[in-house]
């Protein structure tokens, strides 16, 4: 142990002491590897430090005390800031606690002033405005929340202002100007501005009458989409009819009536334009699934000529096969010697006919007598010729006949699919199979659909029916207390109907629940079956697994 005391001004303000335990040199060696690592522009070595050598310590101690002040002054209001975070987690001050008790109160009343002081709206502009220039547009929104101030106003307002700094102006100039008129002008505008105000409030509307409630906007948004568009045109023309004054009567009965045989028509055609629509999707699913299920035949019909090729290929496996193929590739070998062969004899042929023909041109030429030996080795020449033509011949045919030989053996061998091969054929056909599962699926959804459509057409056609027959006859049976019993009778014996017809359904809704359940547990049932079967299937190549491993073995003991 060492002490070491600084008193530098430029490094700290007071002493450190630095207490150094020397127990193992392991510690040395680290602190030797680790100053680099912390970029310190001194090094040290083990034997400095072991050896007390302050010469050397004392700039690293120095750069480690400017390193810690540096270290401090930059995380320190971070640290600062964590541990307030840490502390305010678990602790409050009073003030905290204070101001939160009164935070929710306050947050109440500021909520409750906020929805008491929001603008409300008191009229409705006209749809016609939306044509008109900004500045009535903008007097028209502040009308519809109550306030008669608009930019009109605004605008004479400044000019109000202007018009004041010149009088102010003029007046110090000494021109002088006539208040008496001007105070005319400006009352004739305030009465102008009030008469475009009141010409602006009679085009609208006051929004009691025109406001939905909540109950009504749910039934609408509850409706069709044909039903809302003719909702709200019957709204518009209400708010058109009373806008335009009381004059108008309201609408009776029978004009309602008309609008809803007008609403449960357009219902209708939509429906209708629904089910063609439908039964467009369903003609090209279908024309899509006939072609799926002729794929799916040629597909089965290839496979099972594969299956039928795989098998004999798997009978014609035997021990044979080995010599076959050693043949194959000697036969392989001789015919590219073959070729090479007969490349190396066509050149040298070429050769040999160019010196030739050189040669009989030259005796065609008169050049030379001819003698008897000249003709000999001619006719010698046109004899090996004629030779060599025919051993050419001779060994082409062989070589077409090699040819043909390994073009066979090379089909036969690609005739038999590889392993790869046959698991992409399976996940193929899987796939095939998915796709054409998903594409079942579909279809009887889509026909399932089509026919709850078609049932709900029917009931709506009912309904519609006995709505017509009960308005047609309601009249009717009111002149007289007989028929009004009938009429009574008759409604009775109609919801007697409907009882039946609800009682029916649900009994068919009760027999489809059973069948869903049974169909369930068959799902299960075979899912079971398919899990046995996966786990049957490995346990087998498992065991198959072994047996050739067994079998290597046993032929490997046997060659020994």
């Known amino acids: ?48 430090i072991q050896g007390l050598d302050f010469i050397h310590i004392f700039p690293v101690i120095q750069w480690l005390v400017k390193r810690a002040i540096e270290t401090r002054e930059e995380f320190g209001d971070y640290i600062r800031s964590y541990s307030e975070s840490q502390y305010s987690k678990y602790h409050t001050t009073p003030d905290e606690a204070d101001f939160d008790s009164r935070k929710e109160k306050a947050v109440e009343t500021v909520s409750e ?45 400044g000019e109000d202002s202007k018009a004041a700094k010149k009088k102010a102006l003029a007046a110090r100039i000494g021109k002088g100007v006539d208040e008496d008129k001007a105070a005319q002008e400006a009352e004739a505008e305030r009465i102008a501005e009030e008469k475009r105000i009141n010409s602006l409030m009679q085009d609208m509307a006051e929004t009691a009458d025109a406001t939905l409630s909540s109950s009504a906007l749910g039934s609408i948004m509850g409706l069709q989409s044909a039903e809302i568009q003719q909702m709200a045109m019957e709204y518009e023309e209400k708010r058109v009819g009373r806008s335009s004054g009381d004059k108008e009567d309201k609408p009776t009965g029978v004009q309602a009536h008309q609008r809803m045989i007008n609403t449960l028509q357009k219902q209708i055609a939509a429906k209708q334009k629904e089910e063609q629509e439908v039964e467009v999707k369903y003609s090209a699913w279908h024309k899509e699934y006939a072609e799926a299920q002729q794929r799916m035949a040629e597909v089965q019909a290839y496979q099972q000529k594969i299956t039928e090729e795989m098998q004999k290929l798997k009978e014609l496996e035997t021990e044979e096969n080995k010599g076959i193929l050693k043949q194959l590739r000697a036969l392989v070998g001789m015919n590219e010697n073959l070729k090479k062969q007969e490349q190396q004899f066509k050149a040298h042929c070429k050769e040999e006919m160019g010196r030739l023909k050189s040669a009989i041109a030259k005796l065609q030429t008169g050049e030379g007598e001819e003698d008897s030996e000249e003709k000999e080795r001619l006719s010698a020449i046109a004899k090996q010729l004629e030779a060599d033509k025919e051993k ?17 053996l090379q089909r036969k061998i690609d005739e038999v699919p590889s392993r790869t091969e046959l698991t992409q054929y399976q996940r193929r056909f899987i796939e095939l199979y998915n796709q054409v599962a998903s594409t079942l699926t579909e279809t009887r959804q889509f026909f399932t659909l089509y026919n709850t459509l078609e049932d709900k057409k029917a009931f709506m056609e009912k309904e519609f029916g006995i ?14 207390e007989k028929n009004k019993d009938l009429f009574l009778k008759q409604v009775e014996q109609i919801l007697e109907g409907v009882k039946k017809d609800k009682e029916k359904l649900e009994r068919r809704r009760q027999d489809e629940k059973m069948q869903r359940d049974s169909a369930t547990d068959l799902y299960l049932e075979l899912v079971e ?12 190549q498992e065991e198959c697994r072994k047996n050739e491993m067994y079998t290597a073995k046993l032929k490997a003991r046997r060659a020994a």
């Open 1 to 48: 142990m060492f002490y070491l005391y600084l008193l530098q001004k430029n490094v700290i303000p007071h002493m450190c002491c630095v207490v150094i335990y020397f127990t193992d040199s392991a510690l040395t060696e680290k602190i030797v590897v680790v100053l680099p690592r912390m970029k310190c522009p001194h090094r040290l070595d083990p034997h400095q």
């Open 467 to 480: 709505l017509s027959q009960i308005h047609e006859n309601f009249d009717m049976a009111m002149n007289s």
């Open 113 to 157: 002033l906020k929805h008491a002081y929001q603008p409300k709206r008191k009229f409705k502009k006209p749809d016609s405005s939306r044509e008109a220039d900004e500045e009535t547009q903008v007097s028209m929104t502040l009308l519809e929340y109550g306030r008669r101030y608009g930019l009109s106003q605004s605008v004479s307002r």
């Open 392 to 408: 050419l011949q001779k060994i082409r045919l062989l070589l077409a006949r090699k040819n043909r030989e390994i073009a066979l």
């Open 529 to 540: 079956k398919q899990r046995t079967y996966y786990k049957t299937v490995k346990d087998f």
